[in-house]
């Protein structure tokens, strides 16, 4: 996770064969961002709701195949 220009702010290393989506968890905890810049990776329920219910923006385009 970075800020607006690009310094990181925290991370989470995971093997390179895991989902990208099994490291966010932590980097979610309540932190001081007012939105959140991701891909298509990240178009998960759980995750949007987390950062929506975090009071941030969420830009993240959604995958051909959501299901609302």
């Given amino acids: 996770m ?25 980097l979610l905890e309540p932190a001081d961002f007012s939105g959140i810049l991701a891909d298509r990776a990240f178009d998960v329920h759980w995750i949007v709701d987390s950062i ?10 959604q995958r051909r195949n959501r299901l609302d």
């Fill in 52 to 61: 929506r219910a975090q009071g941030a923006c969420v830009v993240i385009p």
């Fill in 2 to 26: 970075t800020d607006a220009l690009g310094n990181l702010v925290r991370f989470t290393l995971i093997p390179g064969q895991h989902y990208d989506t099994v490291g966010v968890a932590p």
